[in-house]
């Protein structure tokens, strides 16, 4: 069975991925600090509505509840539920707002998460040795 041996990675694709983290960072940075602001802003709109929360308002609460905290973590206040509310249909929209902003986020990190292991599976397996035999 021949043997491979492993390419030492070049000074330029090791360039590549180090700017490829760094954009990531950035991006990363840019989005969150993004998503804060218009969490605030919405906050503050929402909060000046003297009517008692519905459905609709209820399901903008529980979307920007995940997306909160690093809002709470540096001490702003952002309102994530609220107190003057219709009952059970706020609280309906509350839960399918928070179930949908899960399914959004934790959707796609699982997404990525399969197609990341699916590529490593491809790049292990030698070319004409199917996966199943391959006992990947």
Same mark, same amino acid.
């Given at each position: 069975?021949?043997?491979?041996? *492993?390419? *030492?990675?070049?000074?330029?694709? &090791?360039?590549?991925?180090? #700017?490829? %983290?760094?954009?990531?960072?950035?991006?990363?940075?840019?989005?969150? %600090?993004?998503?804060?602001?218009?969490?605030?802003?919405?906050? *503050?709109? &929402?909060?000046?509505?003297?009517?008692?929360?519905?459905?609709?308002?209820?399901? #903008?609460h529980g979307a920007i509840m995940p997306m909160a905290m690093p809002n709470l973590l540096i001490?702003?206040?952002?309102? %994530?539920?609220?107190? @003057? @509310?219709?009952?059970?249909?706020?609280?309906?929209?509350?839960?399918?707002?928070? @179930?949908?902003?899960?399914? #959004?986020?934790?959707?796609?990190?699982f997404w990525r998460v399969n197609r990341t292991r699916r590529e490593l599976k491809e790049a292990?397996?030698?070319?004409? &040795?199917?996966?199943?035999? *391959?006992? &990947?």
């Amino acid at each position: 069975m021949p043997q491979t041996q *492993a390419k *030492a990675p070049s000074s330029d694709s &090791l360039g590549r991925k180090l #700017l490829r %983290i760094v954009l990531r960072a950035i991006t990363i940075a840019v989005v969150a %600090i993004s998503l804060g602001w218009v969490v605030q802003r919405s906050s *503050a709109s &929402l909060d000046r509505s003297a009517a008692p929360a519905g459905f609709a308002r209820g399901m #903008l609460h529980g979307a920007i509840m995940p997306m909160a905290m690093p809002n709470l973590l540096i001490g702003q206040e952002v309102t %994530i539920y609220a107190p @003057n @509310n219709t009952g059970r249909s706020y609280k309906l929209g509350y839960t399918a707002g928070v @179930n949908a902003c899960g399914l #959004l986020f934790f959707g796609y990190f699982f997404w990525r998460v399969n197609r990341t292991r699916r590529e490593l599976k491809e790049a292990v397996t030698p070319p004409g &040795l199917s996966h199943s035999r *391959a006992g &990947l």
